[in-house]
Nanobody
């Protein structure tokens, strides 16, 4: 019913920037929550940033460096990542909690995109 497509990952040097995008498609009526998570091998997936109509929240380690935003007309959420550090290296996953046309709700995940911060 609803699919997410992520883009924007890659390799960047410490101190550099990347912007991730995640677009929802399908029978989307309303997106209630958009978020970014990340995961490294052997560790649990952790919340990086989230945005709802009530505002945003961030993992303490990314406050002041990352910014989450959205474009409701495009059903897209972004994660602007500045001053990247090697410890930001992970697979980043988009997550959207969507109400579809017809009223059903879906907790949808993107396919993941690799972010590597290394010199």
């Amino acid at each position: 019913q609803v699919q997410l497509v992520e883009s924007g990952g890659g390799l960047v040097q410490p101190g550099g920037s990347l912007r991730l995008s995640c677009a929802a498609s399908g029978r989307v009526f309303r997106i209630n929550r958009m978020a970014w998570y990340r995961q490294v091998p052997g560790k649990e997936r952790e919340l990086v940033a989230a945005i709802t109509s009530g505002g945003t929240n961030y993992h303490d380690s990314v406050k002041g460096r990352f910014t989450v935003s959205n474009d409701n007309a495009k059903n897209t959420v972004y994660l602007q990542m500045n001053n990247l550090k090697p410890e930001d290296t992970a697979v980043y996953y988009c997550n959207q909690y969507v109400t579809a046309v017809g009223g059903s709700t879906y907790d949808v995940w993107g396919q993941g995109t690799q972010v590597t911060v290394s010199s």
